[in-house]
């Protein structure tokens, strides 16, 4: 499914890492790559990391914003785009 070898330039040693997870994780885990087409185990953690290097998604204090931004929507704390541009005298133009 994914061409998930490292970006091996020739410079690079491939290094082994191990990691402890627990027997019910394991089963999660290859139920996964098994499911979705990978190789092997190996291939899709590859995949996964390199994914999440890649292409990083929140860290914890950019969703713990977000988290207090939804509680500011819920608790009425906020001003709506039209409000803002009244008080602050610009216009969506």
């Known amino acids: 499914m994914s061409e998930a070898a490292t970006d091996d330039d020739g410079e690079n040693d491939i290094a082994t890492v191990n990691f402890k997870v627990t027997e019910s994780f394991l089963k999660q885990i290859d139920d996964t790559w098994q499911g979705r087409g990978f190789n092997s185990r ?26 207090e931004a939804e509680e500011d ?21």
């Open 73 to 93: 929507v819920r608790e009425g704390r906020t001003t709506s785009a039209e409000e803002a541009r009244e008080r602050f005298g610009t216009s969506d133009e």
């Open 42 to 67: 190996s291939e899709f953690i590859r995949y996964t990391l390199r994914d999440a290097v890649e292409f990083p998604t929140f860290d914890r204090d950019e969703l713990v914003a977000l988290l």
